[in-house]
Every structure is written in structure tokens, then in C-alpha cells.
């Protein structure tokens, strides 16, 4: 299983960013996808989850309504579009799949400053 994200960087209060998270070695189109984010001195935190279909998704209220999580099952790509950033946003962002246990990417730093 190899996750990699891509898409952070430095972006001011109030703008957007979408990060992306390429898939490889496991059947893609079968498992919940999910965005967590981890920010300096603080626990790994669930952003977001998208079923296996993309029917259903689930949202962490301090986002909800700012991020939107989507899938290409054909290009076995998850995304995450980030707008109206808040410096609170400011995170390393890990793209997540559970498949008897955790894996996890590297990491894409998301950094909201002016």
C-alpha cells in the first residue's frame, strides 16, 4: 500500500489550496478514503472520509462547510479542496486508508500565514 500526497504549501488567511493523494497497491475503489491533519504539539485529528463509491461523506465541524473531499476512482486519487483558510488550518495533512490496519502517507504541509 503507498499513499503520497501532493498540493500543500503557504497559502494567506482566506485562500485555498486542494491537496491531492495518489493511490497504489490495493483495490482503491473499494475502501473509505480519509484526510487527517496533525498541527504542532497538538494529537492527529480526523478532517474528512469518503466512502468507497463517493456517495457519503463525513466532515470535522471545525471544517465543515470550508473543505470538500472527493475521489477519482479511475485515477485512484483522493482530494482535498481547502477554501477559506484560517491559520488554524495550518497542519501537516496525511491522506489515510484502513485496510486491516492503518496506512498512512507522508505527510503535505499546509501552512495558512500572511
Known amino acids: 500500500v503507498r499513499l503520497v500526497e501532493s498540493g500543500g504549501g503557504l497559502v494567506d488567511p482566506g485562500g485555498s489550496l486542494i491537496l491531492s493523494c495518489v493511490a497504489s497497491?490495493?483495490?482503491?475503489?473499494?475502501?473509505?478514503m480519509s484526510w487527517y491533519r496533525q498541527a504542532p504539539g497538538k494529537e492527529r485529528e480526523l478532517v474528512a472520509s469518503?466512502?468507497?463509491?463517493?456517495?457519503?461523506?463525513t466532515y470535522a465541524d471545525s471544517i465543515k462547510g470550508r473543505f470538500t473531499i472527493s475521489r477519482d476512482n479511475v485515477k485512484n486519487t483522493v482530494y482535498l479542496q481547502m477554501n477559506r483558510l484560517k491559520p488554524e488550518d495550518t497542519a501537516v495533512y496525511f491522506c489515510h486508508v484502513r485496510i486491516i490496519r492503518s496506512y498512512w502517507g507522508q505527510g503535505s504541509q499546509v501552512t495558512v500565514s500572511s
Open positions: 497497491g490495493f483495490t482503491f475503489r473499494t475502501f473509505v
Open positions: 469518503i466512502t468507497a463509491a463517493g456517495g457519503s461523506t
